[in-house]
């Protein structure tokens, strides 16, 4: 073990990106074959009350929550605060999330990014991951979503994120 890792970060460096591509192909092709798509596992059984993606979608949290708890397990010093939600009366966001905004702050924008994400998913028919698959599979619709989605979270970060964080802390949130 070399500084709480497993493997030295020379070996790291290669393995990763290796690994990541793999893992991103399987997820990729599962999503594909499966049809998931989280909201229209929501509408299928807000409206029809069919569980199939539904189960998809719940399946995907609880596997994630296992993966990363067994991930924190294996490799404690990359995550030292496995439960995020809550440590020491504290929110924790993901890694290199904004520290200057509070607990409030955090949920006050997750509930916003949570909105605009479900209203616009609804809107063209699927959630980001389905848009991504049926990108791949030669749909124009979806590829001008991607391509959105990525300039809007490139202008988000670079230009108003500064300004949200600022005005919150102005407010005390």
């Not at 067994?70 to 490799?75: P, R």
């Not at 966001?93 to 702050?105: K, L």
Request: aromatic residues 12%.
């Amino acid at each position: 073990m070399v500084d709480g890792f497993l493997i030295p970060k020379e070996t790291a460096v290669l393995l990763v990106p290796i690994a990541t591509i793999i893992l991103g192909l399987v997820i990729g092709w599962l999503g594909q074959r499966s049809g998931f798509c989280s909201i229209g596992g929501i509408r299928d059984y807000m409206l029809f009350r069919q569980t199939r993606l539904l189960k998809g979608y719940i399946a995907l949290i609880i596997s994630a929550f296992v993966f990363y708890f067994i991930f924190s397990l294996i490799v404690p010093a990359a995550i030292p605060k496995f439960f995020w939600c809550l440590q020491e009366g504290q929110l924790f966001t993901a890694i290199g999330g904004a520290p200057a905004v509070g607990t409030v702050g955090v949920i006050i924008l997750m509930i916003i990014g949570g909105i605009f994400v479900g209203i616009i998913g609804t809107l063209l028919g699927g959630c980001p991951l389905r848009q991504l698959v049926m990108t791949s599979e030669g749909n124009m619709k979806s590829l001008i979503f991607v391509v959105g989605m990525l300039a809007g979270a490139v202008i988000f970060t670079a230009l108003l994120s500064p300004w949200i964080v600022q005005a919150f802390t102005a407010i005390g949130l």
